[in-house]
């Protein structure tokens, strides 16, 4: 059942008319997944597949899973038994349903999914994405395929482009991963597991995929990685780049006025990358830099390699940088051993820091992982009342920085037609949905606003 061909993609046939099959894609976790499924879809669009939001449509149901705490991973069974009942209806009408599963719970699963869930047809890892066309293929001819080897090919070579029309469609803003997998081990954590070790996408392939989508209209990109600013790679001049260097090289392609980057690790903060949010305008001011918890106890059991001081001081140099910064970040409470005192800890350390938004969780065991063999794992109730009273803090911040910004002008990429006629929405450079008059712009334009009054995430503008 297993596979362990190491195959290229085959090259892809012309598909005769009206043949067309449909894909029903779900996409489950963070943006790398979501760019994971963009890219799938455009591999499965050069085998014929058009993509369809109407699960009762799909020919292929794909899903692409995360398995970063148990109740994400848990979901995708809860979907799997709807899928599979729809699957056993359409056999009687002869229509066939294929079942797919990808993304982290089938990397880290593998065979097991289909022991749980045999309706399954196949499961594929996120780093052999491009062998989904000679997977689906084999799927066809009656077996049951799982594909979790670490391919040895560069996967992002084979992996077709999206048409012109096909980014246009997707909207002003896009995703572009430029790094994968992690190497820091937090010994809470399952990415390293799930997502292998750390990999850079080379300077030219990058660029020429950010091109792409300037010329289709995008301007705003986000780069992505799990460790988004562990990135380098070799510079068009020779000579080793970081993340910083990326992005003034990304700053000139023309069209392209927005960059962001998420996630990013306190430690890979490089002093070239904090000069770019000083010199770069295109950089926007806002950066979700996750610390997990302000008790250096618990930071050393979760293998952080750095203390609250260290995130501290870290962030007093960027907001030296780039003043008008907004800082978001990720914390997990009721880790093995959090004690009341070490979570006063992660408390007094977000007052310090005051977030524009913030990510809360609570510890989720993780099988493999270090953190679920430790002692001291803290009880739901002790859980859930650190996670209220986290989540309280959190919010009041996130209220105070929207409420601070009535009054001002800010810049703002107008992206879609708003919910109500006659409105469009568009993002702050903070990532507040900006709702605006409809002729205050067209999509894709930037334009000054000034902003008149504020939703509970939202911030109401005219034109300036
Ligand atoms: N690469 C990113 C984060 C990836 S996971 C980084 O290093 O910051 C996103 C967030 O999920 C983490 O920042 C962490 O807050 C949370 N998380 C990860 N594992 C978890 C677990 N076992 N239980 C609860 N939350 C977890
Ligand atoms: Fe997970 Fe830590 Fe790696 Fe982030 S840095 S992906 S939290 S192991
Ligand atoms: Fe989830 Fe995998 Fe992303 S575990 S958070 S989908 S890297």
């Not at 670490?150 to 469609?169: G, T």
């Not at 392939?205 to 070799?234: D, F, K, M, P």
């Not at 392209?256 to 890979?268: E, K, Q």
């Not at 986290?390 to 209220?399: P, R, T, W």
Request: hydrophobic fraction near 40%; include cysteine.
């Amino acid at each position: 059942m297993e596979s362990h061909d190491i195959g290229t993609a085959p090259e892809h046939q012309p598909v005769p008319a009206g043949a067309a099959k449909k894909v029903f894609v779900k996409t489950y976790g963070c943006q790398m997944n979501v760019y994971d499924s963009q890219r799938m879809t455009d591999a499965l669009a050069a085998e014929g597949y058009v993509a369809t939001d109407a699960v009762e449509d799909a020919d292929l149901v794909l899903l692409n899973t995360c398995h970063i705490r148990e109740k994400a991973a848990e979901k995708v069974y809860s979907e799997l038994g709807r899928i599979r009942d729809m699957k056993a209806e359409r056999a009687e009408t002869g229509r066939e349903l294929l079942i797919g599963v990808a993304g982290c719970v089938a990397q880290a699963e593998g065979a097991e999914i289909i022991r749980r869930a045999p309706a399954v047809d196949l499961v594929i890892g996120p780093q052999t994405y491009h062998r989904l066309p000679d997977v689906l293929a084999r799927v066809r001819g009656g077996q049951k395929i799982v594909e979790t080897d670490y391919a040895i090919e560069d996967k992002f070579e084979h992996l077709p482009q999206p048409k012109r029309a096909e980014v246009a469609k997707r909207g002003v803003t896009a995703f572009l991963t430029v790094q994968e997998g992690c190497d820091k081990f937090c010994t809470f954590c399952v990415v390293p597991y799930t997502r292998g070790s750390e990999v850079s996408r080379p300077v030219a392939q990058i660029v020429a995929e950010a091109e792409r989508l300037a010329e289709a209209g995008v301007r705003e990109v986000t780069l992505l990685g799990q460790n988004v600013n562990a990135w380098h790679g070799e510079g068009e001049n020779g000579g080793e780049w970081g993340l910083g260097r990326l992005l003034l090289r990304l700053a000139k392609i023309p069209g392209l006025a927005r960059l962001r980057y998420t996630t990013s690790h306190p430690r890979d903060m490089d002093d070239e990358l904090i000069a770019a949010h000083r010199d770069l305008p295109a950089l926007m001011p806002y950066l979700h830099l996750p610390v997990q918890s302000g008790s250096d106890r618990i930071l050393k059991a979760m293998n952080r390699r750095h203390t609250a001081r260290d995130y501290l001081t870290l962030i007093d140099r960027i907001r030296a940088a780039r003043g008008d910064i907004a800082m978001s970040g990720d914390f997990i409470v009721g880790f093995p051993g959090e004690t009341d005192a070490d979570f006063e800890a992660t408390l007094k350390l977000v007052r310090n820091v005051s977030y524009a938004s913030a990510f809360t969780f609570k510890y989720s065991p993780r099988p493999g992982t270090p953190g679920a063999e430790m002692d001291g794992h803290v009880s739901e109730a002790v859980k859930d009342e650190r996670l209220q009273r986290l989540q309280a803090l959190v919010n009041e911040q996130q209220q105070g920085f929207i409420a601070g910004m009535v009054g001002r002008t800010i810049s703002t990429l107008i992206e879609k037609p708003g919910r109500r006629p006659g409105q469009k929405v568009g993002r702050s450079p903070w990532l507040q949905p900006v709702i605006v008059d409809d002729k205050a712009g067209g999509i894709g334009d930037i334009i000054d606003v000034r902003i008149t009054k504020t939703g509970p995430n939202s911030l109401f503008a005219e034109l300036a």
